[in-house]
């Protein structure tokens, strides 16, 4: 079955510094999603890309933070100046074109900055 | 995205069918009505998602009154595994839409031995 993946599992990273998430979502999946969660709080939702441009984002995806889908696989989100507000479980995740909310999650990165 | 009503936790013991049940008063004509499990320190895992009557799986069966103001999650024979937090959403009509998904707090299921 196919399923969506990320990488790294656990970066640990010091204030300040530029982090790349990376995952790969299914393959023919159209809209994905970078969602976070910190720890004990609710998922919540960053941004979503579509057709090669953002087309959605929240109130949390500040100028710190960029997406790009560099190739035909692979979707990267990029924080360039780590905060400690930062740390948190970052999800990644993809949808067919169907209705409703059927998005398939990835395991998620765990994000520590100190 | 129609505003959800469910319980914060939920016990049940192994072996037991599991209901649990969502309000959603406000439903609009061409929302779809979705669950998802998470574990802890894992993503939200999509379990099933209907519009009218009764939806199953393999995983969990959905059903929807004809009013589609509530719907009920049923999990069959619970064991350990399925102690997971379960989210009802409900909204989605447009399929070319960008589907954001807005997770309340849901229900937190125990399953006890």
């Known amino acids: 079955e196919p399923e969506v993946t990320q990488t790294p599992s656990h970066q640990v990273t010091q204030m300040g510094q530029e982090v790349i998430l990376r995952c790969v979502p299914i393959s023919n999946h159209l809209y994905f999603y970078w969602y976070r969660q910190i720890l004990g709080q609710k998922v919540e939702f960053l941004v979503s890309?579509?057709?090669?441009?953002?087309?959605?984002k929240s109130e949390i995806f500040d100028d710190q933070f960029s997406v790009e889908r560099p190739d035909g696989s692979n979707f990267t989100l990029k924080i360039r100046s780590t905060k400690l507000e930062d740390s948190a479980m970052y999800f990644c995740?993809?949808?067919?074109?169907?209705?409703?909310?059927?998005?398939?999650f990835g395991p998620g990165t765990r994000l520590t900055v100190t | 995205l129609a505003k959800t009503t469910q319980p914060i936790s939920m016990d049940s013991y192994e072996g037991q069918e599991v209901n649990i049940t969502c309000s959603h008063n406000?439903?609009?004509?061409?929302?779809?009505i979705t669950w998802y499990q998470q574990f802890p320190s894992q993503g939200p895992r999509f379990i099933i998602q209907g519009y009218k009557t009764k939806v199953t799986n393999e995983v969990a069966s959905l059903f929807i009154p004809a009013d589609r103001k509530s719907s009920t999650l049923s999990l069959p024979r619970v064991s350990l595994s399925d102690t997971a937090v379960y989210y009802c959403?409900?909204?989605?009509?447009?399929?070319?839409?960008?589907?954001?998904?807005?997770f309340g707090t849901g229900t937190k299921l125990q399953v006890i031995p």
């Open positions: 959403l409900v909204g989605g009509a447009n399929s070319g839409g960008y589907q954001k998904v807005t």
């Open positions: 890309f579509y057709n090669n441009e953002i087309s959605e």
């Open positions: 406000n439903i609009a004509t061409n929302d779809y």
């Open positions: 995740a993809s949808r067919p074109l169907v209705s409703g909310y059927e998005q398939y």
